[in-house]
């Protein structure tokens, strides 16, 4: 039976976390057949086509360009691949409004890449980016890391000798690949996969900035127009309702047969595929998508914000907002981490069916749009806890539900490591529970709440619609900055901003790279 | 008529860059023989398999399978066009595949297919489990249908990585009766790799000893046991020791006491015997050359270290029944049922 010391700090966060949705939901069926009336208009099934479409068209091309760099990364004598290995995670740092910001200033209409094919050779249209095309650009370069680092770590543990037999039994390497190799790959592909559609279900910057309008985006316009949020908590339902689905749809999709190795062999490395003369295509073709997911990024950016300073642009409230960003990921990051400790050690030490609820419960931020959670808290708090609507509390609220289960993840992993003989023998030589926890299990599993809280502070710096619908009154932070100011076409401010965000965010995503590297 | 050759490696040589790898290795297998490649951890057995099964690329020299070149100078042929059958270690079941899937994927696509899988699921006794996924089955059970599968193509040459280490004591003599009963109905040639010397002999019609990269010595397990080559593969198929060998007023003559007549006839500067266990005959004497250092008792038998009162040590096997305390001085003799071995420089000299 677990203490109550640990049960209750548990319950409290599990039922904080699910009642907002609970109660959107209740707000939902509550309006009765208006609302089933106008979710059964036909706009809302357009926007449903539309985001469909966008969800399969990033999934599908993610994952292709996930399946040749990581094959490419893993299996053949590329040159440079531990550079390779680390830098294509990298794209993970740029959230999707810096990329629509980018693909507005660089192949927009008036964008860097017009004004040069214009000075050159006189074109003065460019192929309309707005819309469909843009936001699949963007969400395919920024989320294929997703897909990828499942996949690389089901390639490179895959036993070899599983696709030597299949050649020694008169197949070619393409046949094996495809009969032996992708059969294999189908649980990392599926649950990466999975990944990037909630991802791209969740989008909100991409979208909005995109003006191609999905859930989240047809969302916040009617919650920011009309007077009635009926029809916001309406479509949210819809959205959490498919969210859902994707995520019952994984689950099936991993069938009958178990992919574990079968027997534990001598691990041994797959010899490399020589790539001949593909070398030279395989390199350049790295270097594009390295060129397209950062260092184009990062110069564009830099470009326009010394444009900016050059030009003597007005930056208002820059270091106000970077200081902003730092205060609430900070804070989220602490909060978390710290909420994320009765749930993780009440689900890895006391495993029974109570403990298995409380920690599923904190992962239902998990696959769920910001934007969803913000107005859930929106709907919630203008009802019962009307003080707190609009302040930082209930920002970093709102941030809690989002990522606690990456913290709680984390945290458990990290225990789950530590062998609970090394608590016994704290206690067999004299020391109490609290002694125990102070000096042994707590310093063991820093490495692992560190990984988390840097986690949580990325997402955190990265997060919009939420900070965009729960800030304070004329609270802002570098990602509503970079927002407004890309929707206002101000790219010097908004290009700044950014530049700011990504480098504040490669801290946490450094500590969190180099730490997987080492582990390897 | 001489058996046509089945599998002949010549001159092979592989290095890696980490170290390992095999030297001038020349090796030939006729049909329907079965070949142990034995030898410790490390000495290239494994990479003669791979170099075989066309996993490898040897750096030197050519190997042909049935007649017809896969390796050699500018000419490689890739695996799937070797007819090789390979049985790895960890089996290498596929494990999105059902047993008769297995079984069925190096087959081609045609309606035999059916009858062939069942042919071969049935000769190693399994199909009533063609629906199983491996993950479903015992370690023993996996084993038959890595063979299986691997047979079912009719494969010019069979090869088995180790094929009995990931089964535990017990299972595996059962396994390996099954097996070598299999390799036999099948009438399939084999060359498997171990490091365990009982193992060699007991399903080898010839064992090839490998040992950093070189072979020692190929023969029958009698060969190998009785009339070693060199003093790596007499110890490492046995217990083994070499007794210096002096002139006695003319007569051969070893700590251990005199050569029986008819083993050597002319005797050179720094010659060995070599005895084995079963060759040295004690018995308790206050006035002996020995005394017995240690004993280890193995069921039917009792294997005795003995130190000489030369300083060498020399082991001796004594039936069961009778034992004597470590300590106790002993009166040393040989007594070989056979024609010793003599050793020069490590290696077996023919006097």
Not at chain 1, 185 to 194: T, V
Request: proline letters at 7%; charged letters at 15%.
């Amino acid at each position: 039976m677990p203490p109550p010391a640990l049960l209750l700090p548990a319950l409290l966060i599990a039922a904080a976390v699910s009642l907002p949705l609970v109660y959107l939901f209740i707000r939902t069926l509550g309006a009765g057949d208006e609302a089933w009336d106008l979710l059964f208009r036909m706009r809302t099934l357009q926007i449903l086509g539309r985001t469909a479409l966008l969800v399969f068209a990033v999934t599908a091309a993610s994952i292709a360009l996930a399946l040749t760099l990581a094959w490419l990364t893993t299996r053949t004598d590329l040159p440079l691949c531990g550079f390779w290995t680390i830098i294509m995670s990298l794209p993970l740092v740029i959230p999707s409004y810096v990329g629509a910001l980018l693909v507005i200033i660089a192949l927009g209409p008036h964008g860097m890449l017009q004004g040069a094919l214009e000075n050159l050779f006189g074109v003065d249209r460019l192929p309309d980016l707005y819309g469909f095309p843009g936001a699949l650009l963007i969400l395919t370069l920024l989320s294929y890391p997703y897909v990828m680092l499942p996949m690389r770590a089901a390639l490179s543990q895959m036993d070899p000798s599983l696709e030597e037999a299949s050649r020694s039994l008169g197949m070619s390497r393409w046949a094996t690949f495809r009969r032996v190799t992708l059969p294999l790959l189908r649980p990392a592909i599926a649950s990466g996969g999975l990944l990037v559609a909630l991802y791209t279900l969740s989008d909100f910057g991409a979208v909005s900035l995109m003006r191609y309008q999905t859930f989240t985006w047809a969302i916040y316009l009617q919650y920011e127009s009309a007077f009635d949020r009926t029809l916001a908590a309406a479509l949210s339902s819809v959205l959490v309702i498919v969210a859902i689905a994707i995520l019952l749809l994984e689950s099936r999709t991993r069938g009958k047969s178990r992919y574990y190795k079968s027997s534990a062999g001598a691990a041994r490395k797959s010899t490399p595929v020589p790539l001949g003369s593909w070398k030279w295509p395989a390199l350049a073709f790295c270097a594009i998508v390295l060129a397209l997911t950062l260092a184009l990024p990062l110069s564009i950016l830099t470009y326009w914000a010394v444009r900016g300073i050059a030009t003597d642009q007005s930056f208002p409230n820059l270091w106000g907002a970077t200081a902003n960003s730092l205060k609430v990921s900070a804070l989220a990051a602490l909060v978390v981490v710290l909420a994320s400790l009765p749930v993780a050690f009440l689900s890895v030490r006391f495993p029974n069916r109570l403990s298995s609820l409380l920690e599923r419960a904190t992962y239902i931020g998990f696959g769920l749009p910001g934007i969803v959670i913000a107005l859930s808290l929106v709907f919630f708090g203008a009802k019962y806890a009307t003080s707190l609507y609009q302040t930082l509390p209930m920002l970093i609220f709102a941030y809690g539900i989002l990522f606690l289960p990456a913290a709680v993840g984390a945290a458990r992993v990290s225990l789950l490591q530590l062998n609970p003989r090394l608590e016994e023998a704290g206690r067999s030589l004299g020391k109490g529970g609290l002694a125990v926890m102070r000096s042994i299990t707590l310093p063991l599993m820093r490495p692992g709440l560190l990984a988390g809280a840097a986690l949580v502070f990325l997402l955190t710096m990265k997060e919009l619609p939420a900070t965009l619908i729960l800030s304070p009154i004329g609270f802002r932070t570098l990602a509503t900055q970079v927002w407004d100011a890309s929707s206002e076409a101000f790219f010097a401010r908004a290009a700044a901003s950014a530049l700011i965000l990504v480098l504040v965010s490669s801290i946490p995503m450094a500590i969190l790279v180099l730490r997987d590297y080492r582990s390897r | 008529m001489t058996t046509p050759l089945a599998l002949q490696c010549a001159h092979l040589s592989k290095r890696f860059p980490g170290g390992g790898g095999i030297s001038d290795l020349s090796l030939d297998v006729r049909q329907g023989e079965v070949v142990a490649l034995l030898g410790p951890s490390g000495c290239g057995k494994t990479t003669t398999l791979r170099l075989v099964a066309g996993f490898e690329a040897p750096d030197s020299g050519a190997i042909d399978i049935a007649g017809r070149p896969v390796a050699a100078h500018n000419a490689f042929l890739p695996p799937e066009k070797r007819k090789v059958g390979m049985v790895f270690q960890d089996y290498a079941l596929f494990p999105h595949l059902t047993v008769a899937q297995n079984v069925a994927f190096g087959l081609p696509n045609n309606p035999r297919r059916d009858a062939r899988v069942r042919n071969v699921l049935s000769m190693v006794g399994l199909l009533l489990l063609h629906s199983r996924y491996p993950h479903q089955l015992s370690g023993g059970e996996q084993q038959r249908v890595a063979l299986a599968r691997a047979l079912a193509p009719e494969p010019a040459i069979l090869l088995l990585d180790e094929p009995f280490s990931n089964l535990d004591a017990k299972l595996r003599q059962q396994v390996r009766e099954e097996v070598k009963e299999i390799l036999e109905t099948s009438g399939v040639t084999a060359v498997f790799v171990t490091h365990d010397q009982e193992e060699a002999f007991y399903m080898g019609h010839r064992v090839a000893v490998l040992n950093q990269g070189r072979l020692e010595q190929a023969g029958t397990p009698e060969d190998i046991y009785h009339h070693p080559a060199t003093a790596f593969v007499a110890r490492f198929v046995g217990v083994a020791d070499f007794l210096a060998v002096v002139s006695q007023s003319g007569a051969p003559v070893t700590d251990a006491g005199p050569i029986p007549p008819g083993n050597i006839e002319a005797l050179e500067d720094g010659l060995e015997v070599m005895v084995r266990p079963d060759d040295v005959a004690f018995e308790p004497s206050e006035n002996g050359q020995g005394r017995i250092i240690s004993c280890r008792f193995q069921g039917a038998s009792t294997l005795y270290r003995l130190l000489l009162d030369s300083g060498e040590t020399v082991h001796a096997l004594s039936a069961s029944p009778r034992s004597y305390p470590a300590g106790a001085r002993v009166r040393v003799w040989l007594q070989p049922g056979h024609r010793l071995v003599c050793f020069k420089g490590g290696h077996a000299v023919r006097l």
